[in-house]
């Protein structure tokens, strides 16, 4: 299938080239004002090689979303060893998820910020990540309770966890552009302390109450 | 300024019932597939009327995004009145956000999945709205310590707590939409027991560390 007759490296190898140079220019101008040369140049590739290898504009990006959203979910994957205890576990899924957005600033901006109404391939796309990490999240949760019990809590309770866990660490992802600085040890350690106790305390059965003689 | 002859009813109120139709229109088909012409026929108001009104699709979609940004806010407003304890404000801001989300599901399609790509005027009205949500949620952060102690904590632990309840919110309003039976006031007590004891701990000084004897 592949024609090797002029190249100096195999095809595997120039499409991640590719992927990198575009990550970086569609993190840098968004979507539309990207442009393909930019990409080929950056590449050190002709434009023509480019459309061989990727078809498309939209087919790099959707090369660029499928390349780190599979980086992303082997990122929480790993960090999620059963070895551990379930705090250490949550502890552990969190911090390789801000690492990630830490190392690969221009990945997440791509994963992330570029809009899901660019096409209907990309939005599907876009859809498939978030359910990845929704799944490798809730596989945290489920595992979360007491140490020994799994499954630790009803799905229902797991799935409304999941959510709650993704939005916030998605939202913190903003905050982090205005703290540059902050390392992603220090911002897993104060979501755990936002967190892991009142997830604690639900899979024990403790709930929050209305106070005493407050309406 | 305003031109009343051929018309019955004040420009004010017939604007109020454009943008009703309008928010219809663009929660079920979306930006690029809604057409003026289904607006104007739901409006029951000419076409010509429309973009006199309110100038383009844009126009109306920015439109459609102020009034809803502004109600929201409102309902933030309101329920977070000093009157009460912090938990209560933090509960009594919640519910009013879940609610809004519930009885006003279109203009939340509008507001939350409508991309942020459309254009720069919409990112920007878009960028405006999160940016009132979350000083109104930051308000009730940071008197959400102990009662009577105010400001309850350093801007730093009240900015990433306001954007982890943001994200949260705003992530569980997806789980909403798996769960439609599932009632505003038992989404809100779900949360606060997610979050409100972290939060307290965070507040009282009490943090996570990783368990004795753990890497």
Known sequence: MTDTRRRRMPRPVREQQIIDAAIRVFAK??????????????????KPMVYLYLDSKEGLFLACL?????????????????AHPPELRLRAGLLAFFTFVTERRDSWVV???QASELSPAIA??????????????????????????????????ADFV????????????DWMTLHPDEPPERITLRLMNM??????????????????GEP
Do not use: F, K
């Not at 959510?163 to 913190?172: I, K, Q």
């Not at 604690?200 to 209305?210: A, F, I, K, P, S």
């Open 162 to 173: 999941t959510y709650t866990l993704v939005g916030a660490a998605d939202s913190l992802t």
């Open 29 to 46: 101008r968004g979507y539309h004002a990207a442009s393909v040369d930019e990409i080929a140049e950056l590449a050190g590739i002709s």
């Open 195 to 212: 967190v892991w106790v009142g997830m604690r305390n639900v899979l024990d059965g403790e709930v929050w109450t209305t106070p005493a």
């Open 111 to 113: 994963l992330h910020r």
């Open 66 to 82: 499928r390349r780190e959203a599979e980086r992303l979910v082997a990122a929480l994957r790993a960090a999620a060893g059963p």
């Open 124 to 157: 599907a796309e876009l859809g498939r990540t978030r359910q990845a990490v929704m799944t490798e999240v809730s596989g945290l949760v489920r595992t979360g309770g007491p140490e020994g019990a799994a499954p630790a809590c009803p799905d229902d309770e």
